[in-house]
């Protein structure tokens, strides 16, 4: 295990109608508000109203972003900036999904920034300060509630790119399940892949004595797989939808099941590169991405698949060899990804050659990606090509 340092500055405000907490959990930070929200859904299911009742239960001045896309762009983060710096705003609230929550950390670091916000993602600069947000979490899948990362999109260039800082972390995320239980059945599959796959990316490592993480991620895996097709069968399921929900947040809280671990992020790279020629969901393209890279690389730690496919998916060792289990173990992952719907193809989601050398390309802008195998544009190619 290596040496570590966790802190987590987040406040979780977890369970059934905890959004009447909003108005004092976000008097402390200001009155100037601009609330941050995708394409109107949070108005046809009435937590708009929930929302601003309480904004104005404060005195809130309330300014609004609407229409934040799926894969944030940049143009909004930047619309979103000018509001701020226009009206003073003071706190940044995200009500939505990761997309949302994500645009809205990009513009609490964009406001006091004096260059162009997009430098943070592409290692220009670092982030030194934001403003404060907070979060209304309605779907269970990247984590963002609860961490300091934010992924935003430069259509205009093709580039999908991350950025973090303990200055992005949320002041406070509710997290009420009953939330998501209007979520769409694709858009909950995708999230269920995103939340196993932040998993993954910690949990294939080359670190060493790891045992308390292992089993962290382990249970965290066997919890989704569980609660991920009751879900799917009955939406408004409270007990499967909380337990979804935590899953999502544990798994990539900035470090609970990775302190001390040398982790990937190898697949995340790639498949940003894939949304960002493509723009498909997030959740859609690590299915995709994820067991090609797992049969790509498993031969580098042959042993920790081994234990995947034992611990996680039940795969009875008995007469097998250490490659039969650990291949297994793979397909088990993907059968579940699509038996939950989520594709495993490029091309079932309309993604041919055209763009396989820039996409590789892409992944390696900064370098060779991933710890777990380092990988050149041509790994990154032939993943991409093993997905076709």
Not at 98 to 106: L, N, P, R
Not at 216 to 228: A, D, H, M, Q, R
Request: charged letters at 25%; proline letters at 4%; glycine letters at 10%.
């Amino acid at each position: 295990m290596n040496n570590f340092t966790f802190y987590n500055p987040t406040k979780i405000v977890f369970g059934r109608g905890t959004v009447s907490q909003l108005g004092g959990l976000m008097e402390p930070y200001g009155k100037k508000v601009l609330l941050v929200y995708g394409g109107g859904s949070i108005k046809r299911n009435g937590l708009y109203d929930r929302v601003m009742e309480q904004l104005r239960s404060v005195g809130a001045e309330v300014h609004e972003l609407s229409g934040v896309e799926p894969n944030p762009r940049l143009t909004s983060v930047h619309r979103g900036i000018e509001i701020c710096r226009e009206h003073g705003v003071e706190f940044i609230l995200g009500v939505g999904g990761g997309s949302v929550i994500d645009a809205a950390k990009a513009i609490a670091a964009g406001v006091p920034y004096e260059g162009d916000v997009w430098d943070f993602y592409v290692r220009k600069a670092r982030v030194q300060k934001a403003l404060p947000l907070g979060a209304v979490l309605t779907l269970a899948a990247t984590g963002t509630e609860m961490n300091g990362n934010s992924v935003i999109t430069n259509w205009e260039t093709r580039e999908k790119r991350g950025a973090g800082s303990i200055h992005m972390y949320p002041k406070f995320s509710i997290l009420d399940p009953e939330l998501t239980f209007t979520v769409p059945t694709d858009q909950t599959a995708n999230g269920i892949v995103d939340m196993m796959s932040h998993v993954f990316e910690q949990y294939f490592s080359q670190t060493m004595d790891t045992p308390l993480q292992e089993r962290f991620c382990e249970s965290i895996l066997k919890t989704v797989i569980e609660n991920g097709e009751i879900a799917l069968r009955e939406p408004d399921h409270y007990a499967a939808r909380a337990n979804l929900m935590l899953c999502a947040t544990y798994a990539l809280n900035g470090g609970m099941i990775s302190v001390g671990v040398e982790d990937d992020w190898a697949s995340h790279g790639i498949e940003h590169a894939i949304s960002a020629f493509y723009d498909i969901a997030h959740g859609a393209g690590l299915s995709i991405v994820f067991p090609n890279w797992m049969k790509y690389v498993y031969r580098e730690r042959i042993d920790r698949f081994v234990q995947f496919a034992v611990r996680v998916w039940g795969i009875d060792p008995a007469g097998k060899s250490d490659e039969e289990i650990a291949l297994a173990g793979i397909e088990a992952t993907r059968d579940y990804f699509t038996r939950i719907g989520a594709p495993a193809t490029l091309g079932e989601v309309g993604i041919g050659r055209e763009h396989l050398d820039e996409m590789a390309e892409h992944a390696v802008r900064f370098g060779p990606i991933g710890r777990f195998r380092k990988l050149e544009k041509d790994d990154v190619k032939a993943i991409l090509e093993m997905a076709l």
